[in-house]
């Protein structure tokens, strides 16, 4: 099956400054790929998601972009907020039944 | 809207208990899911459905059964609970499926469950 990796683990930045995480995945079949946010005690909500056939997409201070050739997608955060701090994770669905997730990364914004 | 309500939020089980976690969505989402939460490997799929009467396994569906009787709900029954399935797992229902579909899941906040 399909095999997500994500990082990194953890991650600290500025108020302000941008944050970056990167996922790869395995199946080059893959062709939807979701970014969900985790708040402590809640559930994951989407915040961005792109298919196969675009290479970027941007939602206000979000941005996902992917690279089909190498693999990998990344989620970019810019000008960063406390209420961004949380739990992030990637995800690869070549079916749009079967979702891999990513091990997640936790983001904190220090004010 | 209530959206995906999971129950219990909380449970402690003995090894071999059996217990049933209930997942009621209320958005008349033709398919659910269940995932599994473990420290430091993400959330991974245990069972599925794309309808009413149909179900498929995930990712790790061992020791775990789900049945599809309503588009509403989706139960995740646990037959004989070891500690392995400590865990936080979590019910996500989407409108529709597929891959030319596929969209944005929407989760419930989990329920948290300890085999002792």
């Known amino acids: 099956g399909e095999n997500v990796e994500q990082h990194p683990s953890t991650l600290s930045v500025q108020e302000g400054d941008s944050a970056v995480i990167k996922c790869t995945y395995s199946d080059s079949a893959s062709n939807y790929f979701p970014w969900y946010k985790q708040e402590l005690g809640k559930g994951p909500q989407l915040i961005i998601d792109?298919?196969?056939?675009?290479g970027e997409k941007k939602d206000q201070r979000i941005a996902v972009t992917l690279n089909k050739t190498a693999k990998h997608f990344s989620l970019h955060i810019t000008e960063t907020q406390p209420e961004d701090s949380a739990v992030y994770f990637c995800?690869?669905?070549?079916?749009?039944?079967?979702?891999?997730f990513g091990t997640g990364t936790s983001l904190t914004v220090i004010p | 809207n209530a959206g995906v309500t999971q129950t219990p939020k909380f449970q402690v089980l003995k090894t071999g208990q059996s217990m049933t976690l209930q997942c009621a969505q209320d958005m008349n989402h033709e398919y659910m899911s269940w995932y599994r939460q473990d420290p430091g490997m993400g959330l991974r799929l245990i069972h599925y459905?794309?309808?009413?009467?149909?179900?498929d396994q995930g990712e790790v569906p061992n020791g775990y059964n789900v049945s599809r009787s309503t588009t509403e709900d989706f139960p995740l029954r646990l037959l004989s609970a070891a500690p392995s399935q400590t865990s936080v797992y979590f019910c996500?229902?989407?409108?529709?499926?597929?891959?030319?579909?596929?969209?944005?899941?929407?989760f419930g906040e989990g329920s948290r469950l300890t085999v002792l």
């Open positions: 995800a690869a669905s070549r079916t749009g039944n079967q979702f891999y």
């Open positions: 792109i298919r196969s056939n675009v």
């Open positions: 459905s794309v309808g009413a009467g149909i179900t």
């Open positions: 996500a229902s989407s409108y529709d499926s597929g891959l030319a579909a596929a969209g944005e899941l929407f």
